[in-house]
């Protein structure tokens, strides 16, 4: 849908924070809220938080209306349609990422939009309180091997990318829709 343009963004959670719940060295706590926030973001579809400014390079619909890949647009500073430069105060567009051409339809055709945008949440609690659940549910067993007993009987099986799940439903509200 769309190829961002490199932005170097500070992960979901801090490594200090990382370091100071779990124990972890703070390069190994760097690595782990980097990992984490990696993951959530591209489970997500954008960023999420911050607030920044990006280039987002986009495939026309054919349609009135462009799906843009982020749940919180603060700004439209411009946009490109095909090599012509539409005013972005022509532009109609929704906080939730929609954006609607202002004179006919988006042409159908990939990477025909170049959009200029501020997007993300200033901050997102709960998405931090989720990356350091999984940075420490991670951090005491890292293959994510859970054992049981039943009697005489025992055994070790994977979570079985139990990590998506809990991002599934704890974080859905922060994750864009794809057009097919």
């Not at 769309?2 to 390069?27: F, I, K, W």
């Amino acid at each position: 849908m769309s190829v961002p343009v490199e932005h170097p963004l500070q992960p979901l959670v801090t490594p200090a924070a990382v370091a100071a719940r779990t124990g972890m060295s703070l390069e190994d706590a760097g690595q782990a809220a980097a990992g984490v926030s990696a993951a959530i973001r591209a489970w997500a579809g954008w960023h999420i938080a911050p607030v920044i400014t990006q280039t987002l390079v986009l495939d026309g619909t054919g349609y009135r209306e462009l799906l843009v890949p982020t749940l919180k647009v603060t700004a439209v500073h411009s946009c490109t349609c095909d090599g012509t430069v539409l005013d972005p105060d022509s532009l109609e567009w929704s906080r939730a990422g929609m954006l609607r051409h202002p004179s006919g339809c988006w042409p159908d055709r990939y990477g025909a939009v170049i959009l200029t945008l501020e997007h993300g949440f200033p901050d997102a609690p709960d998405v931090e309180a989720e990356a350091m659940t999984l940075i420490q549910a991670r951090a005491g067993n890292p293959l994510g091997y859970t054992s049981r007993t039943l009697g005489p009987a025992s055994w070790t099986m994977s979570d079985g990318g139990d990590a998506s799940r809990v991002m599934t439903r704890r974080l859905a509200r922060y994750r864009v829709e794809t057009a097919p």
